[in-house]
């Protein structure tokens, strides 16, 4: 069996959206298996996915299918380039049939959809249940109530999926690795316990996984780390073999950069236990790997080694977080420092004559707030300007959505009942999730695939 080509067209939700047409355009190029892969799904992402379905059961998916897929859906199907992606968030069903949709608008003939269920636990167990799993980060889940609770499963299901001859395969909560060690498995047909070939597939996974970021974006820094042409940056692409050798490239005639400190960067990136990254699938020794430089943007992967997966499965719940309220002011120019200052304080004061109790935190940007605490003290130690340009922000939580609402309603009332010349002003309040992770037997997840066939 030859080289797997895998490339990665999104690497968060809301990544760049024309990043994908570069890579589909090279591998097509490729003699081997293709596939794409967007990896779109992070933990509140899902949260708030799931919140969308629960209001309308027609919803739930990510946002971005559309932009990501009907740019280069056509030329996939042409190319044979298969696309596995966890797009399908708290609802692939929905997710497929909006693939189908989109294939019909665009006259692209037998596309088969795949899609891989059983990651949502709350369809089969109660609530009481899950708050009763050991949890191992996170808000105490105590009575909440539950919103969601989704298993990270692993590759095995997306491999079983492909082997159904389909051209997209949409998941809900996989690990993000499983997305490209999926296709492997399914290509490769690689041993369940070969583990350091698992290992390899796992790493060349979170390699990708992140998009822009093993091929110079977000590596960037002016003057330390040079990065050409980083508005155009290429996204990654990963070859692989059936022995598990593994390289490393980006999209041809793309701006950023693949280097073996690019790659480092990557490796490390999440790594809490370089000895142990643990998967439903592997896990994950990188402590021996070796990164060889092959030509211009291509580096070798090699060394990754792998021992059996852990006995537990992790779970992420969302509970229901409340309301945030925020409210943004800018004042700039002489004495600029003061009048934020005096904003800063009538909001604190105009909370406490509306009796809010819930925690305010306010900060002023420009005065070194990103390390600041709540209380200023890094900017009371400081010499800072007292001309010059700073914005005062004020946010809250709340179980109360008139609560958020009157802080950030505090924040423009500044417009005329503040300081004098503050403007710019901004205010948000939104729903929010909180989540805990928990631990779950693997006997308690029933992973499965479904085909979704093209609608009449």
Not at 165 to 183: E, F, Q, S
Not at 348 to 377: C, K, Y
């Amino acid at each position: 069996m030859g080289k797997v080509f895998i490339g990665c067209g999104a690497g968060f939700s809301g990544d760049r959206f024309d990043a994908a047409s570069a890579v589909v355009d090279t591998l097509a190029r490729c003699d081997g298996e293709r596939f794409l892969i967007f990896e779109v799904l992070a933990e509140r992402t899902l949260a708030i996915a799931q919140r969308l379905r629960l209001n309308n059961p027609d919803a739930g998916y990510s946002p971005y299918l559309d932009a990501y897929l009907e740019p280069i859906l056509k030329k996939a199907k042409t190319h044979k380039i298969r696309i596995v992606s966890n797009l399908g968030a708290a609802n692939p069903v929905a997710a497929a049939k909006r693939v189908h949709a989109i294939a019909r608008e665009q006259k692209i003939d037998d596309v088969k959809v795949a899609v891989v269920l059983g990651d949502d636990l709350l369809g089969v167990y109660g609530p009481e249940e899950i708050q009763k799993l050991p949890t191992l980060e996170g808000i105490s889940l105590g009575d909440r109530e539950i919103i969601a609770a989704n298993v990270y499963l692993g590759a095995q299901s997306i491999a079983d999926a492909l082997a159904l001859n389909v051209d997209v395969v949409l998941v809900g909560r996989t690990t993000d690795a499983a997305l490209t060690l999926g296709p492997l498995l399914h290509v490769h047909q690689w041993p369940t316990d070969d583990w350091d070939r698992l290992a390899q597939g796992t790493l060349a996974g979170h390699l990708l996984e992140c998009g822009g970021q093993v091929t110079g974006a977000y590596f960037a820094d002016p003057g330390f780390k040079e990065v050409p042409n980083l508005a155009e940056v290429g996204f990654p692409i990963a070859e692989i073999d059936a022995t598990g050798d593994l390289v490393i490239s980006k999209a041809d005639h793309t701006g950023g950069l693949v280097s073996k400190a690019t790659v480092t960067e990557q490796i490390l990136y999440e790594m809490h236990d370089p000895g142990n990254y643990l998967t439903p699938d592997v896990t994950l020794n990188v402590t021996d790997v070796k990164l060889q430089d092959l030509a211009a943007d291509r580096v070798r992967v090699s060394g990754a080694r792998g021992k059996p997966p852990p006995p537990t499965l992790k779970v992420t719940v969302s509970v229901d977080g409340g309301w945030l309220g925020e409210g943004e002011i800018t004042y700039a120019g002489p004495n600029a420092l003061a009048r934020a200052e005096l904003a800063a304080a009538v909001i604190w004061r105009r909370s406490q004559i509306l009796g809010i109790q819930e925690p305010l935190r306010v900060d002023i940007f420009g005065t070194g707030a990103v390390h600041d605490n709540d209380m200023s003290a890094r900017r009371q130690k400081q010499k800072i300007p007292a001309d010059g340009e700073y914005r005062v922000r004020a946010a809250i939580r709340s179980v109360h959505k008139k609560t958020a609402q009157q802080i950030a309603d505090e924040v423009q009332s500044l417009y005329c009942s503040g300081p004098a010349a503050g403007g710019g002003v901004r205010q948000y309040v939104s729903q929010q999730v909180s989540t805990a992770s928990v631990l779950v037997a693997p006997d308690m997840v029933i992973p499965h695939v479904r085909v979704e066939l093209v609608s009449a």
